[in-house]
T-cell receptor, first 113, second 113 residues
Framework: DSGVTQTPKHLITATGQRVTLRCSPR?????VYWYQQSLDQGLQFLIQ???????AKGNILERFSAQQFPDLHSELNLSSLELGDSALYFC????????????FGNGTRLTVT | AQKITQTQPGMFVQEKEAVTLDCTYD???????LFWYKQPSSGEMIFLIY??????QNATEGRYSLNFQKARKSANLVISASQLGDSAMYFC??????????FGTGTSLTVIP
């Protein structure tokens, strides 16, 4: 158990809809990262937050947004969903420092129909 | 240039044999960390092993070892005595001093009974 909690595990929704994915980081971790993994693809970095502030942005679409709250949990909002947004979305958390690993949640599997 | 390169999309190994998964990296930082993750078919991302740029000894964690060759910028994962449960996708990653993580495209390992 990595200590990172993601909800929900599975989400099925229709095109054009909006969903919110939730993440609680490991206790003590200030950084939260979001990744997208499409079928048989690698990990695409979306966005990173550190202690409530956006720290780095990757290939995140304008239809997607995220935030990290004062209690350090984070939410990823996906809107105007398209079929191509179907993927496994991971949240991961870490402490600062180049020698600290990312600890991943179990992911949210999003299916857009 | 790619920060992390994994040149083996797929690998096969006989059960109980050892296997090496290749990873090369590109950085101009002096301080960085190298990580390997395992992603079984169930989807979760499992942290396996870490090597720091200043570590002179190769990291080991049970049947996993990291063959770190700094001058060649390579960080190969060696799995000894392969087991059927080792069949999975394996990702190499690097974290630089600026705290961004970079992932390779992964190697799919299949252990043959």
């Amino acid at each position: 158990d990595s200590g990172v909690t993601q909800t929900p595990k599975h989400l099925i929704t229709a095109t054009g809809q909006r969903v919110t994915l939730r993440c609680s980081p490991r206790s003590g971790d200030l950084s939260v990262y979001w990744y997208q993994q499409s079928l048989d693809q690698g990990l695409q970095f979306l966005i990173q937050y550190y202690n409530g502030e956006e720290r780095a942005k990757g290939n995140i679409l304008e239809r997607f947004s995220a935030q990290q709250f004062p209690d350090l949990h984070s939410e990823l909002n996906l809107s105007s969903l398209e079929l191509g947004d179907s993927a496994l979305y991971f949240c991961a958390s870490s402490v600062a420092g180049y020698n600290s690993p990312l600890h991943f949640g179990n992911g949210t599997r999003l299916t857009v129909t | 240039a790619q920060k992390i390169t994994q040149t083996q999309p797929g690998m096969f190994v006989q059960e109980k044999e050892a296997v090496t998964l290749d990873c090369t990296y590109d950085t101009s930082d002096q301080s960085y960390g190298l990580f390997w993750y395992k992603q079984p078919s169930s989807g979760e991302m499992i942290f396996l092993i870490y090597q720091g740029s200043y570590d002179e000894q190769n990291a080991t964690e049970g049947r996993y070892s990291l063959n770190f060759q700094k001058a060649r910028k390579s960080a190969n994962l060696v799995i000894s005595a392969s087991q059927l449960g080792d069949s999975a996708m394996y990702f190499c990653a690097m974290r630089e001093h600026g705290n961004q993580f970079y992932f390779g495209t992964g190697t799919s390992l299949t252990v043959i009974p």
